[in-house]
């Protein structure tokens, strides 16, 4: 946290001007590594406090939870594109519209169907 952006010397302004003068930023983290972090500013000094910094880290948590989410989706999503392409291409391979999750069962000769 800064309580003014102006007179400390940790934040380092670029240009002449910025119009805000409190800051402050939480880090956020997915399982335990660094992927980003989130950072709120107001035009007067000193408007930020300690639930402020309480609020924003667990809106920091939240939001790096949401991104993981949106990550591990899009992962997911790019798999099932390439395993349907694979299967797609497969003799008598289901399609996405007909694989209903069931799977075949097999006797001792490997025949798919029978008991």
Known sequence: MI???HTD?????????????SWL?????VRGDLIGYLAVEKTPPGFYDENTIKLLGDFA???AIALE?????EEVEK???YLEGVLGSAPDAPTSGSWNGTRAR???SGTPGRK
């Open 25 to 29: 930023g939480a880090p956020l983290f």
């Open 106 to 108: 097999r006797d001792c």
């Open 61 to 63: 948590y939240a939001a």
């Open 9 to 21: 010397e940790r934040y380092e302004r670029i240009g002449d001007w910025q119009p805000f003068r």
């Open 3 to 5: 309580h003014d952006t």
């Open 69 to 73: 989410n949106v990550r591990l989706f």
């Open 79 to 81: 798999r099932r594109v």
